[in-house]
């Protein structure tokens, strides 16, 4: 059928409609007419393949990366990336009125460089031949790549070296999956890798290959293997071998993050996704909710007179305990919907700042209630979610704050991820 895209939607597809119904296209852009063929129906839209791009929007390009198209990584780099990045302003923008934020102020960019962002990769092992494989587009299909251009430099030399060496290293006999985390001038590296061995066996396989895995790959500093059992906790270390953590830099600041414990991903824009969170922000007390290893911690301590960083990760509180000694701070292993729960139970004081980044499913009702009731007198999110950052900012208006300023941080360009930071203030 012949299309006309109206706009693109979260999630990285093209909007199109016939007969008045939905369809979504991936790999389209705005204004272009295309030829697609119904791939699946259902009550609200109907989803279709692209087959042809007959007028094309002027801002299409040739995308860098051979398996474009075919792996689900990435979803817009057949756009020019300014073009990409007034997209993402466009879906944030109206994901909030959907949501009916009120007085949505001016959504200010902040971007980086479009490739060879990647501190982190995780990719999956294929036995036969051995590959390294992310998933084919909308599949549970391995796809083997050889390269990945937004990947930092340093990981996607560790890949070629791995498929390269893999098979004599015997990988594929106990490594279902690879991630490897490298830090900001590329200089070390650590790898974790998942199995379904027991720990005797796991210790084994490791200890046998580590001294080549060293020698292959010079920056290697340290390294874990996960289980990979089902019904078994995903965090679960089986083995380990060298250091368990490696130090990032961001600015003059240093953070400890140990094999395990999440870290933003853009080796670019981690310092400015700093400053947005935290400067021009002073006073007695602030809480850092779902802290991680203190990214936004350790700067609040030169600002406040103590920090409560509230973290329910065990690897994630270790790296936290040492990024914040010295510091005049407070560390609370504790899930945050329980940690407010138990501040309000004691009667705390309202802090004069909170700072939040959940992971993507948001803050949700509890937790948005309770800092409605708390009324700390400022809140900045930071989000990786839209859809759920416009849930939770229209509860917290609801409770009395307003939107004061917001920025889309393109953490993940070339994908339809967006992360944003919202600074709201009580009336």
Known sequence: MKLHIEKLIYGGAGLARAEGKAIFVPFTLPDETVEAHLTGE????DTADLDAIL???PARTLPPCPYFGKCGGCHYQHAEYPAQVEMKVAILRETLTRARVATIPQIVPVIGEPLGYRNRVRLHVQKNPFSLCYKLHNSHVNLPVVTCPIAAPALQQAIATLIREGHSLELS?????IELFVNCDNSSMLIALWTDMKTAQAT?????????????????????????????RADRIVAQAGTNSLQYACGSRQYQ??????FQVNRFLIERLIDLAT????????????????????????????????????????????????TRHRVVQADTADFLRRAAERGESAPDLVVVDPPRAGLGQQVTAALGKLRPRKITYVSCDPATL??????????????????????????????????????
Request: net charge negative.
């Open 257 to 262: 993050v140990g094999v395990g414990s999440f």
């Open 55 to 57: 007028h094309p929007n």
């Open 204 to 232: 084994r396989a490791l200890e046998d290959c580590w001294p080549r895995l060293c020698e292959l790959l010079p920056a290697l500093a340290g390294g874990a293997v996960f289980s990979s059992e089902k019904g078994r």
């Open 279 to 326: 400067d021009g922000e002073a006073g007695t007390t602030a809480w850092d909710l779902y802290a991680g290893v203190g990214l936004f911690s350790l700067p609040l301590t030169s600002k406040f007179t103590t920090v409560a960083s509230v973290e329910s990760s065990g690897s994630s509180v270790r790296d936290l305990h040492h990024n914040l000694r010295g």
């Open 42 to 45: 259902s009550r609200g839209y």
């Open 390 to 427: 416009s849930r939770d900012l229209a509860a917290l208006l609801e409770s009395g704050y307003r939107l004061t300023r917001m920025h889309l941080v393109d953490l993940f360009p070339q994908t339809f991820h967006l992360e944003t930071v919202s600074h709201l203030a009580l009336d």
């Open 173 to 177: 006999n106990w490594v279902r999956e």
